[in-house]
């Protein structure tokens, strides 16, 4: 099933005014999933929206643009779509579109936090340098997986990956690194955004039954109070009558 959402607010960077050559690559790891590298020629993406306001998925296949956006004043660089949705076993591509990049998983053994599922290995594309260089993954694992930009992090070139639907209670992607820049943890927090958004809140941990049983404790001690105010009364009432 494909579902798509609106993010919590609109992403800051924008490719407008970019003439593109060719999509963008993606990630392989070695062990838990297929990747390969390839030179492609094919014509970009002109005149098609760069997705930066929705999250579609899940799909079995999806693709990502690599590219520097040069502006008369400023240049920018980033993941086109910044959050990807696939099935477990889904594959991504990468394509490079221009500039020089890297593909690379927020892991330990890529010298990074983990903000990628327990237990999964650690992917990097390399250095992507020809327009048209593609790499790719196949996701194995279910979870939320950050990756970034090696020479470009400080500038906020990340995007994240989601693989089937689940739970981020127990996501490491959701939790914030201590060691990185304001800049690196304005955008993870709206990536957060984004993926919470596309999977919504019946995705979360909640404890609705905990949250009854103290509503019922609460009824039984109030009613429980007022059985005893109630033979409180009757015994005094009984009293007076002696008397």
């Known amino acids: ?10 992403l800051l960077l924008t490719t407008a005014g970019v003439t593109t050559v060719g999509l963008a690559g993606c990630t392989g790891a070695p062990g838990s999933g297929s990747q390969s590298i390839s030179n492609d020629d094919q014509p970009g993406h002109d005149d098609e929206p760069h997705g930066h306001e929705e999250v579609n998925g899940p799909t079995d296949t999806a693709e990502v643009a690599v590219n520097t956006a040069r502006f008369e004043d400023s240049t920018e660089f980033h993941f086109d779509p910044h959050v990807t949705w696939v099935t477990v076993g889904g594959t991504v591509t990468w394509r490079l579109e221009s500039g020089t990049h890297t593909a690379t998983a927020y892991h330990p053994d890529n010298g990074q ?3 990628v ?3 999964t290995e650690a992917w990097d594309s390399g250095t992507m340098s ?3 260089e593609t790499y790719e993954y196949t996701f194995d694992t279910e979870g939320v997986y950050h990756y970034l930009c090696k020479p470009h992090e400080q500038f906020g070139m ?3 990956v989601i693989v089937g639907e689940p739970h981020l209670d127990d996501q490491p992607a959701l939790q914030l690194p201590d060691e990185k820049s304001d800049e690196v943890i304005g955008k993870l927090e709206e990536l957060d955004g ?3 958004e596309a999977l919504g809140d019946d995705h979360e941990e909640e404890e609705p039954h905990e949250e009854e049983g103290t509503h019922a404790e609460e009824d039984a001690h109030e009613e429980e109070g007022t059985h ?4 409180a009364h009757a015994e005094d009432d009984h009293t007076d009558d002696g008397h």
């Open 228 to 231: 005893e105010e109630e033979d």
């Open 194 to 196: 984004m993926v919470r």
């Open 158 to 160: 990340l995007a994240t």
């Open 117 to 119: 599922p327990d237990g």
């Open 130 to 132: 020809e327009v048209g």
């Open 1 to 10: 099933m494909t579902h798509t959402r609106l993010t919590r607010r609109q």
């Open 113 to 115: 936090p983990q903000l």
